[in-house]
């Protein structure tokens, strides 16, 4: 059976990298420990790990080597953790999708739509929401070594729509493993049909889905544009992602060798997050260059969106979301607002 099989290589991968590191130590070898993530290859995303990876190398105390595994190859977020779980898998750059396995609190950052007017207003809510997810995490067993974004979450279609009763006849991709959020959308009127990341190419060539809710970056690395050349300008909701490592590994670390390995890793968070976000905008150029035809919203649809919105919250504080730390977003966003600052992007 299917589950046997993979049940079978998960063993063998722990057993391989128990055996690895029995015989590292006996050498004196620098710890190696194991990367997932979905980043496609040559973003600036794995880009920044792979720089990242020789830092670490040349770390104190004899470093640590850094194997990465990008573009899926280690399953999608949700096996990743289960893997990271089992001692398969040293440490993750993790969308929501990941770090909702971990612990149900970011998704009173990520899950709620069009909840941030800009990516500034972003920024000050998770720099002070962040700390709190960390301690949460940590008590599961697992270690942040940093936050990042992969920017404005766009729909993409085969067919042009611009309002959400448009959107509402199409076959919307989400992720699967999540059937409170499958529940969710049904209840808002849509078609979501859950799947693996790995499945929207083959899935929106069959038409089993037609929409897919993803930031532009990974649209264009995928090639998903070709088969849904459709672009609702809408900023649903940016894409938070983060670094996380394995307490139990993270901790036989040298505390010296820990420091820098966290000062280096932080760096790399910012100019992941930094060049993530003009990647995305750049991506989205360089899709309409190719055919992409983007749909601008006006206020009157805008409305229409938020209105949607605003049904979902409720059904997001408590099922989906911590409340406490749904309401302290939402105290956030007030307390950003009524400083006045200007939307951004």
């Keep these: 059976m299917a589950w046997e099989s993979e049940l079978a290589r998960v063993a063998r991968l722990v057993f391989a990298l128990a055996v690895g590191g029995t015989l590292a130590s006996r050498l004196g070898a620098a710890p190696t420990l194991t990367l997932g993530t979905l980043a496609p290859e040559g973003t600036s995303y794995h880009r920044s790990l792979l720089e990242m990876r020789e830092k670490w190398r040349k770390a104190p105390g004899g470093g640590v080597n850094l194997r990465v595994f990008a573009g899926g190859k280690m399953g999608g977020d949700a096996k990743m953790v289960g893997q990271m779980r089992l001692g398969a898998l040293d440490a993750g750059l993790l969308t929501a999708a990941g770090l909702q396995e971990i612990d149900a609190g970011i998704a009173g950052v990520q899950s709620t739509p069009l909840q941030y007017r800009s990516l500034e207003e972003f920024d000050y809510v998770a720099a002070r929401v962040q700390p709190l997810l960390e301690k949460r995490m940590e008590a599961k067993g697992f270690v942040v070594l940093f936050w990042t974004d992969a920017g404005w979450v766009h729909f993409f279609s085969k067919t042009p729509f611009t309002r959400p009763v448009e959107l509402k006849k199409l076959k919307l991709f989400t992720w699967a493993g999540y059937p409170e959020y499958v529940a969710l959308w049904k209840e808002a009127g849509f078609q979501p049909v859950p799947l693996e990341t790995a499945d929207i ?76 976000r003009a990647e995305s905008e750049k991506s989205i150029e360089a899709m309409k260059s190719r055919g992409l035809k983007v749909a601008e919203v006006t206020s009157e649809v805008e409305a229409e969106w938020r209105a949607i919105a605003d049904e979902i919250y409720p059904r997001i504080r408590g099922p989906l979301a911590p409340p406490e730390i749904f309401d302290e977003v939402q105290r956030l966003v007030k307390e950003y607002r009524a400083r006045g600052a200007a939307p951004g992007k």
Aim: zero cysteines; hydrophobic letters at 45%; charged letters at 20%.
């Design 201 to 276: 190419v083959p899935m929106l060539d069959t038409g089993l889905i037609e929409a897919v809710p993803m930031p532009p970056f990974v649209a264009l690395a995928g090639q998903v544009y070709d088969r849904a050349p459709y672009m609702l300008n809408l900023k649903w909701a940016p894409l938070i992602g983060a670094m996380v490592v394995r307490k139990a590994v993270w901790e036989k670390i040298p505390a010296e060798t820990r420091a820098e390995l966290l000062k280096t890793a932080q760096e790399a968070g910012r100019q992941n997050r930094e060049h993530g």
